[in-house]
Every structure is written in structure tokens, then in C-alpha cells.
């Protein structure tokens, strides 16, 4: 092979490339398998003995339940413009998922032409102008703005990304952002611009309304997200501590 | 394992159908359609059997009660092997410790293999391993773009659909993997 080959050629010796891959298993009946062990535990009643009770008494049992639920989900949901905050015990006890890096949006642009795409203004942080920036496309509500920046002297890496500082921002209420943390006490109520913010410090798992679905990431960084002005919500991601990164908030315009 | 139409194969479309509607069998015949591909691209992540073992098994079964979100008209093969290929990160990162297995090119083909395809024939073992170890030593972005493109043959649509990216974004991240592959191939393994 020639020390400098086209690019051409490189993409043929790749084509012909053969990979020893390892034998692929079987599969099919363990998969079938499962998802009819499935079935057959959907259809089987949790407590046998409520399988005789009477509908009218499963009705009012499941609507009191309900009623129950609503009450539980509306006292541990937190939002903030497009960003809401969920408690969810046991949240991030499950597999862990890739962390949240910006690239999987599509093909990074200038900030400036990420604005204008998504057609509303945000208000960047006081730090360097960020090295790259997205635009998220919702299935359902406005556009969301992704703006990121490299690692530096002043924006330690955030652990697990390639980043130092990732800034999202969503105009309106249309939920296109939900965390999910573990723990009331993983959330707490700040003060940006003189309206409310939250900070979350610890691990939480972060779900993304795009336009192709939901994409679910783990969040290892610290999380402050704010209200700003013209109806645009932030929700900043850094390594740095609390301090800071309210200074970060706080010295957008 | 399935209906079959006049002797026909169902079409993806068909099976998917099907199996929207809780056909178990016809979901078994896309994952056996799609088994190999799905492993060897677990595989390609995982770089253990055990763990793509998993990763496409449970990847195929979440896929099938996710199949009310997957869009009438879309291909089958893209969407499982994005959904493979989350599972397979996840698994990479929690093995992130356990020692991984190169990617070695094939054996020597004995007297009674068949014979390998022209291109495969003009490139000499030696390069294989080259290029191959040239591959390992990129960034895991670099490497998937061009081992879905090039390992596992998939389109440009395809991978984009699999990486989860938008498809004029596999064309420029393609164009720079390549540039980055062939800048390491000018470079020794140990430099």
C-alpha cells in the first residue's frame, strides 16, 4: 500500500476489507422467546384473586388510584419553560445511556446561522463565543438551540463528553427537555435575573424531544437551567460548581 | 416461521405490519433477517461476542415494543441498528474497563474456501492488518462513520438513519474520517 494514497483508493481497500467477525448467534428464538414470556406475563393478572373482583369495584379502585398518581406526578414535576424536571426514584439506578453530546443533532453551524435557522435570539453566557452550534428540530413544538464549547482553561471537560460547556435554549412552554432526576434533594431552587432557576448536580438522566423521537442521554455534568427573557428558557451543562456557573447565567445580557 | 405470499418472502413492510400487530413469528423472521447485520454492528462497538450477543437480542426485543413509534414507510434495517447501536454503547460504557478485541481482517483462505473477491484479492493481508489497525486508532466517531459505510456496506441514508445524524452530515463526517484514516496510515502504529 503506497504511504500516500488517494482517497479513492483508500475507499476500495476499505470495500475489500474483510473483517473477521465472530460467528453471529443464532438469536431469533430467544428473542421470540422472550417477547412471548412477555405476553404471557401481561396477561396474567398481578394478584389472581382481583381477577374475580367485580368491575364496578376495579373501576373505582383504578380511578382513586389515579387520582392518587396525578397528585404524586404534579407534586414531583418542576418546569421551566420547555425544560421540566421530573423525580423519579430509581431513575438513574438502570443501564446507563451515552451522555449528551451535541454532534448527534446533526451538522454543527455557526451560532449565527443556528439563529437564524431556529428563528429566535438567545443569550449567550460570558464566555468565549461557543465553537459550535445545532439546531434541535421537535416532532412537536418550536425548534430548540444547542450551543457548545471546547474544553479550555475556564470550562474544565464536562466527564464522558467531549465538551467544556453545552448551553441549550428553547423558546416557549412546549416541553422539548425532561430530566429525570433520582432524588427531591438532586434539585434546587436558585435565583437568575431574578427569576426562578434550578440546579442539578447530580447524575440524572436527560430526554430529548427531536424530530425523529424521543433520544434519552445520561447527564454526568452540573445542570442550571433559568427563565431569560423573550420566553427563551436556558439549561446550561459545565463541570465548574454552582458559583460559577451562575456567574456563567448571570453575565448573559 | 412465517405466512408466505405465492412462495414470496414478506417484505419488510409486510412483517413489520404484522408484528405492529403482535405477530410474534413475523417479527422472528426480521430478526432473523437482520441478525448478522445487527450483531456483527453491536460487534464492531462492543468488541466482545457476549456483550453484541446482548446487545442486538435486547435491541430486537425493545425494538418490537417500539414498533407503534416507528414510521409506516421508513426501512426496518436503519432504525434496529440505531436502536443496536444505542445498546451497544451502553454496554461498551459499562465494560469500559474489560479488554477489548482488535479488529483482526479474515484468515488466509484454505484450498477449499471460496475464492475471495477481486478486491479483497488485490489487497494483501499485510495492508488489511494496516488499514485495519489504522482504523483502531481513530476516534470512536471516525471509525463508526466508516465502518458502517464500508464494514457493513450500509448507504449513506442508512447510516445517517443509524447514527442518528442527518444525512448530509455522514457526507462531511465521512469525507474527514477519511482524511484523518489516510493521515494515520502515513504514521507508524508505535509513533
Known amino acids: ?253 | 416461521m412465517t405466512d408466505r405470499v405465492e412462495g414470496r418472502p414478506l417484505e419488510d413492510v409486510e412483517l413489520v405490519e404484522r408484528a405492529r400487530g403482535g405477530d410474534i413469528a413475523a417479527y422472528g423472521e426480521l430478526v432473523d433477517r437482520y441478525r448478522e447485520v445487527a450483531f456483527r454492528t453491536a460487534w464492531l462497538i462492543t468488541r466482545s461476542s457476549g456483550d453484541a450477543e446482548d446487545a442486538a437480542q435486547d435491541a430486537f426485543v425493545k425494538a418490537f415494543y417500539a414498533l407503534a413509534r416507528f414510521r409506516r414507510g421508513e426501512a426496518f434495517r436503519p432504525w434496529i441498528l440505531r436502536i443496536v447501536s444505542n445498546e451497544a454503547r451502553n454496554r461498551r460504557r459499562s465494560a469500559a474497563r474489560r479488554e477489548r478485541l482488535a479488529l483482526r481482517a479474515e484468515r488466509e483462505r484454505g484450498p477449499g474456501d471460496a475464492a475471495p473477491s477481486p478486491e479483497a484479492a488485490t489487497l494483501a493481508r499485510e495492508d488489511r492488518e494496516r488499514l485495519l489497525g489504522a482504523l483502531e486508532r481513530l476516534s470512536e466517531r471516525d471509525r463508526s462513520v466508516i465502518a458502517y459505510r464500508y464494514l457493513l456496506e450500509l448507504s449513506e441514508a442508512e447510516t445517517a438513519e443509524a447514527l442518528g445524524v442527518r444525512p448530509g452530515t455522514v457526507k462531511s463526517r465521512l469525507s474527514r474520517a477519511l482524511e484523518r484514516l489516510r493521515a494515520t496510515l502515513e504514521v507508524p502504529a508505535d509513533g
Open chain 1, 1 to 253: 500500500m503506497d504511504d500516500r494514497m488517494s482517497i479513492e483508493r483508500l475507499e476500495a481497500a476499505l470495500g475489500a476489507l474483510g473483517v473477521a467477525y465472530p460467528e453471529t448467534p443464532p438469536m431469533v428464538s430467544a428473542v421470540t422467546a422472550r417477547l412471548a414470556s412477555q405476553r404471557a406475563a401481561d396477561r396474567r393478572p398481578a394478584f389472581p384473586r382481583a381477577a374475580l373482583w367485580n368491575r364496578r369495584r376495579v373501576v373505582v379502585l383504578v380511578a382513586a388510584g389515579l387520582l392518587a398518581a396525578l397528585a404524586i406526578a404534579a407534586a414531583a414535576r418542576y418546569a421551566i419553560g420547555a425544560f421540566e424536571v421530573r423525580v423519579q426514584p430509581g431513575v438513574t439506578s438502570g443501564p446507563s445511556t451515552p451522555p449528551f453530546e451535541p454532534d448527534v443533532l446533526g451538522e454543527p453551524m455557526t451560532p449565527d446561522a443556528a439563529v437564524a435557522l431556529a428563528g429566535f435570539d438567545a443569550r449567550l453566557p460570558a464566555a468565549p463565543p461557543p465553537d459550535e452550534a445545532y439546531v434541535i428540530d421537535s416532532q412537536f413544538g418550536d425548534p430548540g438551540l444547542v450551543f457548545a464549547w471546547r474544553p479550555s482553561a475556564s470550562l474544565p471537560v464536562i466527564e464522558g463528553t467531549e465538551w467544556g460547556l453545552v448551553l441549550v435554549a428553547a423558546q416557549g412552554d412546549t416541553e422539548l427537555v425532561v430530566k429525570a432526576i433520582d432524588r427531591f434533594e438532586d434539585l434546587q431552587e436558585l435565583v437568575v435575573h431574578g427569576r426562578r432557576a434550578f440546579w442539578i448536580s447530580a447524575p440524572h438522566v436527560l430526554m430529548l424531544e427531536t424530530e425523529r423521537g424521543v433520544e434519552t442521554y445520561a447527564v454526568g455534568g452540573n445542570v442550571l437551567i433559568w427563565q431569560g427573557d423573550g420566553g427563551v428558557a436556558y439549561r446550561l451543562e459545565t463541570a465548574l460548581g454552582r458559583a460559577e456557573a451562575l456567574a456563567l447565567a448571570e453575565g448573559a445580557p
